[in-house]
């Protein structure tokens, strides 16, 4: 069965730092797509950061420059590298991972918070 999750959230101040981890088990992840998406309060869920299985990487224009993807196939892992935090990335943030033809399959959620 397969499992996701997420850890690394917390309260931190505007222009702080935080990185959040994704713990994966259950499948060969290698072959999946990684991402993290964050659900506002009050708002819709929206992609944060994609990594594939060959390690490209695509950002939403609003971390661009701030927050950073990566992945460890050889540990199931993948992190968000998130700096210059600012109190509209408030969210609670979600792992996923997808492949073709494959169900997709996500995390449980860690809140973020960025205020002073």
């Known amino acids: 069965q397969v499992q996701l999750v997420e850890s690394g959230g917390g309260l931190v101040q505007p222009g702080g730092s935080l990185r959040l981890s994704c713990a994966a088990s259950?499948?060969?992840?290698?072959?999946?797509?990684m991402g993290w998406y964050r659900q506002p309060p009050g708002k819709q869920r929206e992609l944060v950061a994609v990594i594939t299985t060959d390690s490209n990487t695509n950002y939403a224009d609003s971390v661009k420059g701030r927050f950073t993807i990566s992945r460890d196939n050889a540990k199931n892992m993948v992190y968000l590298q998130m700096n210059s935090l600012k109190p509209e990335d408030t969210a609670v943030y979600y792992c996923k991972v997808s492949r073709p033809y494959y169900n997709e399959y996500w995390g449980q959620g860690t809140q973020v918070t960025v205020s002073s």
């Open positions: 259950g499948a060969i992840f290698s072959l999946y797509a």
